[in-house]
């Protein structure tokens, strides 16, 4: 899995009315940043800001002038069930400005269908590697 930072979404996310959980006071994860488990804030004025780490002194936020794209997600319900569900958003800023936020979420069904590509795929790898081991 390996270090991520997080990030706490102030900002209306465009499907967040669909969920029936308090999506706001979520914490997402996300590997776009800098990876050493630090804070972020999407503000809802629609700003980055850096609200933890060995850089912020107590109580001090900095607006870190975002451009690009973060991707941040989680998972709702228990992972291999029906109720399993990955939410993921795509938040895309334009000189410290965020101006799209986009969802890319995953159904059980979709992602059991990726874990099933991928353990065939491995399987594949596997096989190929032993015949090349056996000659």
């Given at each position: ?46 700003r980055l ?54 969802s890319n ?31």
């Amino acid at each position: 899995m390996g270090m991520f930072d997080n990030i706490k979404v102030n900002y209306p996310l465009p499907d967040a009315d669909l969920w029936k959980v308090a999506l706001r006071t979520q914490k997402w994860q996300t590997k776009s940043l800098e990876c050493q488990m630090y804070t972020y804030v999407i503000t809802a004025e629609g700003r980055l800001l850096l609200i933890n780490s060995h850089r912020t002194a107590e109580g001090t936020n900095i607006d870190m002038q975002m451009h690009g794209n973060i991707v941040f997600y989680d998972m709702l319900g228990t992972v291999n069930t029906p109720s399993e569900m990955w939410l993921e958003y795509t938040a895309t800023f334009d000189n410290g400005q965020l101006t799209e936020i986009k969802s890319n979420h995953k159904t059980h069904e979709q992602l059991q269908k990726e874990r099933d590509s991928t353990r065939d795929m491995m399987q594949k790898v596997m096989a190929k590697h032993e015949r090349k081991k056996r000659v």
